[in-house]
């Protein structure tokens, strides 16, 4: 009989965090029966949230609880869980119940079904994501596949089955903001979807706006790839090649022809231009100094203030 170990981020979630535990606790009582331990990482609520875990504590020893500093973010709180797993399989899972935990089973036998599989991210039917939330993911998918080089039909989500050595090797990576998803494809390409029901958020709404969109994205790219340097320095090329061209060809026109270059306006629009081209390459080397200053930096992910295991 294996071990399953169950990570859960939580953040103002006072709401479902007791349901959650009864839906996980039937499937592997009821369904699978298969031992579990379901690990609660509390990342600076706002709300009850810590209450209610000591409750489901008290109430269950298989119920880890481990409660951050401050907010340090989903993945940092994945990561500080995964440190306490003693699980053979870890599964990640969201803490708003669109997660269905009633699909976990279809992870396990797929996952029993194949031993050349080390990880299974389920893959959302019918998503009941917002607007923003669905251009993200799409924005996500694209960026990985191309910095990553994972297959662009790999779907990255927060509901997996890992196999426990890949956790480990994880747990070894000295990487300041983890993004798990990207870890998981760095570290092996036995990686698959499964298909899995999404269901609404029963309460509040999402954290995931389009300011952290952004900002996932940027830092997505310039931690996992050169390309927007690579960027400016085709740009670069390409404008100094045009410049040798022009010169070239207003040189002789006025050799051959008598014609002068006229165009004030034309002038200040390319030096405009230029100009703004030169201050976004500082901007962006600027970003990959600043990602190897933090990385220096050597600052912890997260910061716990107490546990109870």
């Not at 994205?217 to 400016?232: E, G, R």
Request: with cysteine; net charge neutral.
């Amino acid at each position: 009989m294996s071990l399953y170990s169950v990570v859960v981020p939580v953040y103002n979630s006072e709401h479902t965090l007791n349901e959650l535990y009864d839906r996980v606790s039937a499937v592997f009582d009821t369904q699978l029966h298969q031992d579990f331990e379901l690990i609660l990482v509390d990342d600076g609520s706002k709300d009850n949230s810590w209450g209610v875990m000591e409750q489901l504590h008290e109430k269950d020893g298989r119920v880890k609880i481990i409660q951050q500093a401050r907010n340090f973010g989903q993945h940092p709180a994945l990561l500080c869980g995964f440190h306490y797993v003693n699980g053979d399989f870890i599964i990640t899972m969201d803490d708003d119940l669109q997660h269905p935990p009633e699909e976990i089973p279809k992870l396990v036998k797929v996952m029993n079904e194949r031993d050349d599989v080390d990880v299974i991210i389920a893959k959302y039917e019918g998503r009941k994501h917002n607007l923003i939330r669905r251009l993200g993911t799409r924005l996500s998918v694209y960026a990985t596949s191309k910095m990553l080089k994972k297959p662009k039909d790999l779907e990255i989500t927060s509901f997996r089955l890992i196999r426990r050595f890949i956790v480990d090797a994880i747990i070894q990576m000295n990487v300041r903001l983890p993004q798990i998803g990207n870890l998981l494809v760095l570290t092996s390409n036995r990686i698959i979807n499964v298909p899995v029901k999404h269901d609404a958020r029963k309460y509040g709404h999402s954290g995931y706006t389009f300011r952290h969109l952004v900002h996932d994205l940027l830092y997505d790219i310039t931690t996992n790839s050169a390309f927007p340097l690579l960027l400016v320095r085709d740009i670069g090329i390409l404008s100094f090649a045009c410049s040798v061209i022009l010169g070239l060809y207003f040189l002789i026109r006025y050799f051959m022809f008598g014609w002068s270059v006229e165009g004030w306006t034309s002038t200040i629009l390319i030096v405009l231009a230029f100009s703004g081209l030169t201050l976004l390459s500082l901007g962006i080397v600027g970003e990959y100094l600043m990602h190897i200053l933090d990385e220096a930096k050597k600052m912890p992910n997260y910061v716990e203030r107490q546990k109870k295991l």
